[in-house]
Nanobody
Framework: QVQLMESGGGLVQAGGSLRLSCRAA????????LGWYRQAPGKQRELVAG???????NYADSVKGRFTISGDNAQNTWYLQMNSLKPEDTAVYYC???????????????WGQGTQVTVSS
């Protein structure tokens, strides 16, 4: 079992920046891939950015050049640096991970509880 805990959300003016953190906790696990998702009111949840265990990254077109995903595997913590924020970035942001239970050899996906990001115009 892996717990994901997001932090760093808040209220910011358009053009500002926020850094979200996602910390994974558990026993005998290895995060294979991690993604940041967001869900705005009345909209479907969408993938914002993802990172693989080898460090490869991918981004939604709407955030390319503004958001950066990174990770510190030693600390089991991943980040989403969000710059040049726009009102349309307002959403609840979730991190989600595919995790390998190293003792059992099974892969499961986990979600955090979400953190609210509000960008005012």
């Amino acid at each position: 079992q892996v717990q994901l805990m997001e932090s760093g959300g808040g209220l910011v003016q358009a053009g500002g920046s926020l850094r979200l953190s996602c910390r994974a906790a558990g026993r005998r696990f290895s995060i294979l891939t991690l993604g940041w998702y967001r869900q705005a009111p009345g909209k479907q949840r969408e993938l914002v950015a993802g990172i693989g265990s080898g460090g490869t990254t991918n981004y939604a077109d709407s955030v390319k050049g503004r958001f950066t995903i990174s990770g510190d595997n030693a600390q089991n913590t991943w980040y989403l640096q969000m710059n040049s924020l726009k009102p349309e970035d307002t959403a609840v942001y979730y991190c989600s991970a595919l995790s390998l239970a190293t003792s059992q050899g099974t892969i499961s996906d986990y979600w955090g509880q979400g953190t609210q990001v509000t960008v005012s115009s």
